[in-house]
């Protein structure tokens, strides 16, 4: 059981049969701290922002914030290392610790992220949804991939290459957008199955060994039952009784829409 404790409208106190949270506010009704025992969380501020987050306790450490005339956070500090952040004239993040942040100058999408050894170089197409992303490290090429959608924005194909090893994953849908198949460089690799509210009732997955796993699910949608085709051979799970219902189930079906910007 919880009980709440109110004084002038402000919660003060949260107890428990395990435990109890006190709080104490400041002039201004902001939270100015919690304590658990002999844990505790204490805040300061500069109006409305949090300057300072103490701990005490089990954990004791301060957290500082720093911000700049736009009231954007511009250093944090903790436990001695002070983290800044960079920002361009629109306000977007440009810069967080030793990290660099390089934006498209029409539309502010992140393209690449680098510091002295790490580059992530990545490229969107027109809907702002990523396609090509490389990933290097001492100018050494770790992973690549290149994603190709259908007219809905799903991704139909993932051209991948890690460390020089190449795959190609298609990818296919039904109607309402639900994941159908899945082949790897040609090779079937997974397949799901619904019924008409949805409910995944089967699906094959190589990769995990599942060679042929069936749902089951009561008239309220619980899922009661699976069994599973597997190399180590037949096994089932299931949740036991399902609750009581009474609700009539009608089918549900949502159009797979893809809006321009």
């Not at 103490?54 to 903790?78: H, I, P, R």
């Not at 809907?127 to 001492?138: A, D, L, Q």
């Not at 060679?211 to 089932?236: E, K, N």
């Amino acid at each position: 059981m919880i009980h709440n404790t109110y004084v002038n409208g402000q919660l003060t106190e949260t107890a428990t049969d395990e435990w109890t949270n006190f709080y104490t506010y400041t002039c201004g009704n902001l939270p100015a701290s919690i304590t658990r025992g002999p844990e505790e969380i204490g805040y300061e501020y500069d109006g409305t922002l949090v300057t300072s987050s103490f701990l005490t306790g089990t954990l004791d450490q301060a957290l500082e914030f720093v911000y700049n005339d736009d009231f954007k956070l511009t250093a944090f500090t903790y436990a001695g290392a002070t983290e800044v952040l960079e920002y361009d004239n629109d306000g977007m993040v440009t810069g967080t610790g030793r990290f660099s942040i390089a934006r498209n100058s029409d539309n502010g999408l992140p393209e690449q992220v680098s510091d002295s050894t790490f580059t992530l170089d990545r490229s969107f197409n027109g809907y702002g949804e990523v396609e090509n992303v490389t990933t290097r490290i001492s100018e050494s090429t770790r992973l690549g991939y290149t994603l190709t959608r259908d007219h809905n924005g799903r991704i139909s194909t993932r051209d991948i290459s890690v460390s020089g090893t190449n795959h190609t994953y298609d990818y296919t849908y039904d109607d309402f957008g639900r994941l159908l198949t899945v082949t790897e460089d040609g090779i079937p690799t997974e397949e799901y199955r619904y019924d008409n509210n949805g409910n995944r009732i089967h699906e094959t997955n190589t990769h995990l060994g599942i060679t042929g796993r069936t749902l089951t699910y009561s008239i309220c949608w619980q899922f009661l039952m699976a069994m599973t085709t597997s190399s180590s051979g037949l096994s089932m799970e299931t949740t036991g009784c399902p609750m009581p219902c009474s609700q009539t189930v009608r089918p549900i079906t949502w159009p797979a829409i893809r809006w321009a910007p």
